[in-house]
């Protein structure tokens, strides 16, 4: 970046800041004592403050100084399910007492029990409860979601769902990234038959939504209890014929084959992945599926078998993480304690943990042109952090040292508030 390099106008300049850009090899792209200016919603300029020019102050119409503050690119959590009704901690408090995920599930619990909240639920109540799940992430300084469908199933429902998905994303200063997930669980109409039940996923669902322009995305839980990689197969074709892309919850509970499923299919990613196999991770490589790594789920469900980290390093698979905020197996909404569980359970480094929230999480939702680092041209959508290092993120347990989200050049929020605009 060369003196010439600064614009004639810009916004804004923020002084005072070391920057962590996640834009190159290096632990965390760090720029000490660096500076940065926004124009038009968008990064213009970024560097050390050694070579800013001196006349800079005089190009912006107004000037941010953050008290040697740490700024990160905002955050991307890219597998949630955060649109749902009610909670399951009477399923939490049976686990604890013995039951395991499988009988509870196969009990009609689960995932069911969270559909019935769901289709009781009116469309206004759905977007209440959902919203306060975002503030508490924006305030985290996540400036963009994906959130699922997947407790409806049955059109309906699955579209009441992404309308709600889609009325965040317009309410909110956070990008919402809405994926269809019929294909989640089988609905107690369908008992016994589930090939009856893709059919209509297939058939009138995919369709719809497409039609509607309410989902970008298409997912599907392929798993011993839920269903099959031919059934699963079945979705992604027609996913595929409707212009959708799409992603897999695989290998969380055995291997299933999944990874090399999503794959053949250019999925943007296989996620949770506990059981993948070294033919799946190379089949990942190959089609360049990134791997969304969940701790949430691990550690709520008690797992015992990792995802192979050391495997997904080897292949160069770039590794997200995400909250998989949902109501029965990760309740949570936040991106930093999701880091650190990363680094303690499964063996990512600090950095690698930020790289999840960031710029691999940005390659999962296929946003990387957009978001995930900072760089000239990107969108101006970062995190400002009280932290004295980068690796304070994944370090704490509890707290947020989030001092101000800031999505295209404004701030969102700040300190503790969760208010929206």
């Known amino acids: 970046m060369t003196l010439s390099d600064f614009p004639a106008m810009v916004d804004t300049l923020w002084l005072d800041i070391h920057l962590a850009t996640l834009a190159d090899q290096t632990p965390y792209g760090i720029i000490e004592k660096g500076a940065m200016a926004v124009e038009n919603g968008r990064i213009v300029w970024l560097g050390s403050i050694e070579t800013l020019p001196a006349d800079a102050l005089t190009k912006a119409r107004s000037v941010n100084r953050l008290d040697n503050a740490w700024v990160t690119p905002g955050l991307i959590d890219c597998h949630t399910h955060l649109v749902h009704a009610g909670n399951r901690a009477r399923e939490f408090e049976m686990r604890l007492n013995g039951a395991t995920y499988e009988e509870i599930a196969r009990g009609g619990g689960g995932i069911i029990s969270t559909v019935t909240a769901v289709r009781n639920a009116l469309e206004a109540d759905l977007y209440e409860q959902s919203a306060g799940r975002l503030k508490a992430m924006l305030a985290e300084g996540v400036t963009a979601v994906e959130i699922k469908s997947g407790y409806g199933l ?20 956070i990008t919402v990234m809405a994926t269809f997930l019929g294909a989640h669980a089988l609905p107690p109409e369908y008992t016994g038959r589930p090939d009856a039940y893709i059919d209509l996923v297939v058939d009138e669902m ?16 392929c798993e011993r209890i839920a269903f099959t990689p031919a059934q699963t197969e079945r979705v992604f074709t027609a996913a595929r014929q409707h212009g959708l892309r799409v992603k897999l919850h695989a290998e969380q509970l055995s291997d299933s084959n999944g990874a090399s499923l999503a794959a053949r299919f250019g999925a943007l990613s296989a996620d949770h992945l506990e059981h993948l196999s070294a033919t799946g991770a190379a089949a990942m490589a190959a089609a360049g599926t990134v791997a969304v790594l969940l701790p949430g789920a691990f550690y709520f469900l008690k797992e015992t078998c990792k995802p192979p980290v050391d495997l997904l390093r080897g292949q160069g698979i770039p590794m997200a993480l995400s909250t998989d905020c949902n109501p029965g197996t990760s309740p949570t909404t936040s991106p930093l304690l999701m880091m650190n569980m990363a680094c303690v359970n499964f063996g990512l480094t600090p950095a690698e943990a930020l790289a999840g929230f960031t710029v691999n999480a940005a390659r999962a939702l296929d946003m990387q042109d957009q978001w995930g680092i900072l760089e000239v041209g990107k969108q101006a959508d970062f995190a400002v952090w009280d932290i004295e290092e980068p690796a304070e993120l994944a370090y704490r347990m509890g707290g947020n040292p989030c001092r101000m989200t800031v999505k295209g050049g404004e701030i969102v929020s700040r300190l503790s508030s969760t208010a929206p605009g």
């Open 154 to 173: 049955d059109t309906e429902n699955e579209l009441k769902m992404l309308r709600v998905a889609r009325q965040l994303g317009r309410e909110f200063p």
């Open 206 to 221: 995919i369709p719809a939504v497409a039609a509607k322009g309410l989902a970008t995305a298409v997912d599907a839980f």
